[in-house]
């Protein structure tokens, strides 16, 4: 048995092997209860050779690596539990600084921005890794999905060749009031991130949409979830050398 690992997967194709011949239904039925008794559902059976054989390619590479794990290998977090920082996570986030943001006037900071509609348009937005692959433990093999406020803001060299551009560790004083370590990681440090928990930043970014109704949890952030927001931009004003305003 296996499970997707990387993308969502919400087709309905059954495959049936006896002595050497396969039996293949496409169709809306889950393989449930409900899905095959209690529901109308409908489903047919492919019966063309040619489509047989194209359906049985696909279903050989959804079982591939690319796509799937053994179930035994995998971590599972069930969809109905709520989606919360994890406990070292929760702790980081609750240890936070905070200032008064009325004390900084931004009106004379040289700024940077960051549009993120063209980040969250992209097929691996570092925006969802929630729905990316899990880690996994070299050891066990066991796969560990990514937590819901887990992400990254990818930059473009254009944005890295600007002189206010932080390289390494900078300290981020957010518009609403919290001191968050942050730090640019990775080739020519593309990737902004909260400094060691990931998810810190996505709290903050992710907790904005949320809280504006924009952004529902297990839901992925899109173009439309920042037009309903009403603001997809990211702007980083310098206060000095390594320290940064952070407002969206």
């Known amino acids: 048995m296996f499970v997707a690992n990387g993308r969502r997967y919400h087709g309905k194709v059954y495959q049936f092997d006896k002595n050497g011949s396969s039996n293949l ?8 209860l409900s899905g095959t008794k209690a529901n109308i559902e409908c489903t047919v059976s492919i019966t063309d050779i040619a489509q047989k054989s194209n359906l049985k390619k696909f279903l050989n590479d959804l079982y591939s690596p690319n796509y799937s794990i053994p179930i035994n290998k995998a971590k599972i977090t069930p969809k109905y539990k709520p989606t919360k920082l994890t406990k070292h996570a929760q702790t980081k986030w609750d240890s936070l600084s905070k200032y008064n ?17 063209r980040i969250a348009d992209k ?3 570092n925006l969802n890794i929630y729905f990316g692959k899990g880690r996994e433990n070299k050891a066990t093999g066991i796969v560990t999905p990514r ?5 990254e803001v990818i930059t473009n060299k254009e944005l890295q060749q600007q002189s206010l ?4 560790d900078f300290t981020a004083y957010t518009d609403d009031g919290y001191i968050i370590p942050m730090s640019t990681q990775g080739d020519y440090h593309k990737n902004i991130r909260s400094k060691k928990s990931l998810p810190i930043f996505g709290r903050w970014l992710k907790g904005k949409l949320e809280a504006s109704g ?3 949890k297990l839901e992925p952030v ?5 037009e309903e927001y009403g603001n997809d931009t990211l702007r980083f004003y310098e206060i000095e ?3 940064f305003y952070m407002e969206f």
Do not use: Q
């Open 165 to 168: 551009y932080p390289f390494g």
């Open 123 to 125: 097929e691996k937005s």
């Open 147 to 151: 937590n819901w406020y887990e992400i």
């Open 101 to 117: 943001p009325k004390s900084i006037n931004t009106s004379k900071l040289p700024k940077f921005e960051i549009p993120l509609t």
């Open 241 to 243: 050398p390594g320290k």
């Open 25 to 32: 239904y496409v169709g809306s039925s889950n393989f449930s």
């Open 222 to 226: 899109t173009a439309k979830t920042f």
């Open 214 to 216: 924009a952004l529902e």
